[in-house]
């Protein structure tokens, strides 16, 4: 049984398992002070289960090229975007540049576009970041399983893959083409990539898609399913809140602040051991009330356009028309005319907390926890490892 049969009983409302229950307790309205219990109780349990750690990463963009149309998403396919697929050797740069800055844990996203990002150009990127990044994640479009396989041996560890909305026809009325019009083919992703051998899976839900608790609620009862069924691998969640982008969605389902440390805190309070990735796209001074209180990854002094760090990728931006390169001092066709006029990639949303890693790391340490630059390397599975009596 995949979780796409566990989502639809659950739909239909049959009975929840008892953490499930539990889960959507937590979730129900709170008062200001026991919204503070709440907070509390996951400061102590992340405390015991993580210790006074943060672990630190960095997204590379290495492409947003893409076939797909959501409404919400900067590089959906037909935003009038300048867009860019770096080389191999412009990813390298990229990743030496964040190395330099501290990062051994990097994720590489991309569009989903089969004509750029394909014929092994992961499998290459993988391949020439793996001696120096002991940490790499994925966070591209679905595959199969032996695509999956591939990545694995090509270094990578990880798979970060979010159902944007587990409601079926708030997702069908977002994605309008593309590949990832197929609700179940991406929601069971995560199970195929298990098979693929990923150590560590991420999964999470985009707010402002659907009423909040809607899709908190179906995000705690997939990871509770994955938990079920893929045993060995360790898994985070996120809920990224939509930020400004391309194409200016408007989304209809707000989430406040307080809503968000709820939602955060419940999965800390009903699943103690699993991570949790609070990104950018949050500002400062939230990003700052959360640390302590059940994150356990962070991204920082992140960029969402290919070559953001340094610049790779700027001498080949173009426009995509329906599917066609064309030239940026072309004229393209409708609606891409009269709107390109920026000389980089664009990005995939705003950023909102624009602090460099190191004054987040100092930040950290000024609160008393520990940032974590590296917590792996592949020397643990190969049995390389040095002994000290």
């Not at 590089?75 to 990062?103: C, K, M, Y």
């Given at each position: 049984?995949s979780f796409?049969?566990?989502?639809?009983?659950?739909?239909?409302?049959?009975?929840?398992?008892?953490?499930?229950?539990?889960?959507?307790?937590?979730?129900?309205?709170?008062?200001?002070?026991?919204?503070?219990?709440?907070?509390?109780?996951?400061?102590?349990?992340?405390?015991?289960?993580?210790?006074?750690?943060?672990?630190?990463?960095?997204?590379?963009?290495?492409?947003?090229?893409?076939?797909?149309?959501?409404?919400?998403?900067?590089?959906?396919?037909?935003?009038?975007?300048?867009?860019?697929?770096?080389?191999?050797?412009?990813?390298?740069?990229?990743?030496?540049?964040?190395?330099?800055?501290?990062?051994?844990?990097?994720?590489?996203?991309?569009?989903?576009?089969?004509?750029f990002?394909s014929?092994?150009?992961?499998?290459?990127?993988?391949e020439?970041?793996?001696?120096?990044?002991?940490?790499?994640?994925?966070?591209?479009?679905?595959m199969?399983t032996?695509?999956?396989?591939?990545?694995?041996?090509?270094?990578?560890?990880?798979?970060?893959?979010?159902?944007?909305?587990?409601?079926?026809?708030?997702?069908?009325?977002?994605?309008?083409?593309?590949?990832?019009?197929?609700?179940?083919?991406?929601?069971?992703?995560?199970?195929?990539?298990?098979?693929?051998?990923?150590?560590?899976?991420?999964?999470?839900?985009?707010?402002?898609l659907?009423?909040?608790?809607?899709?908190?609620?179906?995000l705690?009862?997939?990871l509770?399913?994955?938990?079920?069924?893929?045993?060995?691998?360790?898994?985070t969640?996120?809920?990224?809140?939509?930020?400004?982008?391309?194409?200016?969605?408007d989304?209809?389902?707000?989430?406040?602040?307080?809503?968000f440390?709820?939602?955060?805190?419940?999965?800390?309070?009903?699943?103690?051991?699993?991570?949790?990735?609070?990104?950018?796209?949050?500002?400062?001074?939230?990003?700052?009330?959360?640390?302590?209180?059940?994150?356990?990854?962070?991204?920082?002094?992140?960029?969402?356009?290919?070559?953001?760090?340094?610049?790779e990728?700027?001498?080949?931006?173009?426009?995509?028309?329906?599917?066609?390169?064309?030239?940026?001092?072309?004229?393209?066709?409708?609606?891409?005319?009269?709107?390109?006029?920026?000389?980089?990639?664009?990005?995939?949303?705003?950023?909102?907390?624009?602090?460099?890693?190191?004054?987040?790391?100092?930040?950290l340490?000024?609160?008393?926890?520990?940032?974590?630059?590296?917590?792996?390397?592949?020397?643990?599975?190969?049995?390389?490892?040095?002994?000290?009596?």
């Amino acid at each position: 049984m995949s979780f796409v049969e566990q989502l639809n009983a659950l739909d239909r409302g049959e009975k929840k398992s008892p953490l499930l229950s539990r889960f959507e307790r937590v979730l129900a309205p709170v008062s200001p002070s026991k919204l503070e219990a709440l907070a509390q109780e996951s400061v102590e349990i992340t405390r015991r289960n993580f210790g006074k750690t943060m672990r630190l990463f960095a997204p590379i963009y290495v492409s947003n090229e893409c076939v797909n149309n959501c409404s919400y998403c900067g590089f959906s396919r037909d935003n009038p975007i300048l867009r860019t697929t770096l080389t191999v050797n412009q990813v390298v740069t990229e990743a030496r540049h964040l190395a330099d800055r501290g990062f051994r844990n990097l994720l590489l996203v991309a569009g989903e576009h089969p004509k750029f990002v394909s014929d092994g150009y992961l499998e290459e990127c993988l391949e020439a970041l793996r001696k120096t990044v002991p940490t790499i994640a994925i966070e591209v479009g679905p595959m199969e399983t032996p695509e999956y396989i591939r990545m694995v041996d090509a270094g990578c560890e990880g798979l970060v893959v979010y159902q944007e909305t587990y409601h079926r026809e708030a997702y069908a009325d977002y994605h309008t083409a593309g590949p990832k019009k197929d609700f179940d083919w991406r929601i069971n992703c995560p199970e195929r990539g298990y098979d693929g051998g990923f150590r560590r899976i991420g999964v999470g839900a985009l707010m402002g898609l659907a009423d909040w608790r809607y899709d908190v609620l179906r995000l705690a009862a997939h990871l509770e399913y994955l938990y079920q069924t893929c045993w060995k691998a360790t898994f985070t969640i996120s809920l990224p809140r939509l930020r400004p982008a391309a194409g200016e969605f408007d989304p209809e389902f707000a989430m406040s602040d307080a809503e968000f440390v709820q939602a955060l805190c419940a999965f800390r309070v009903c699943f103690p051991q699993v991570g949790i990735v609070l990104s950018t796209r949050e500002p400062q001074e939230l990003r700052n009330a959360l640390f302590p209180l059940g994150v356990t990854s962070i991204s920082a002094g992140s960029h969402t356009e290919p070559g953001g760090y340094t610049g790779e990728g700027a001498d080949d931006v173009h426009l995509t028309v329906r599917g066609r390169r064309v030239e940026i001092d072309e004229s393209p066709a409708t609606p891409c005319s009269g709107k390109a006029t920026v000389t980089s990639a664009a990005g995939q949303f705003d950023i909102a907390d624009e602090r460099s890693p190191e004054e987040i790391a100092a930040h950290l340490r000024s609160i008393g926890l520990d940032p974590v630059w590296k917590d792996w390397d592949a020397a643990i599975l190969s049995g390389n490892v040095v002994s000290v009596s």
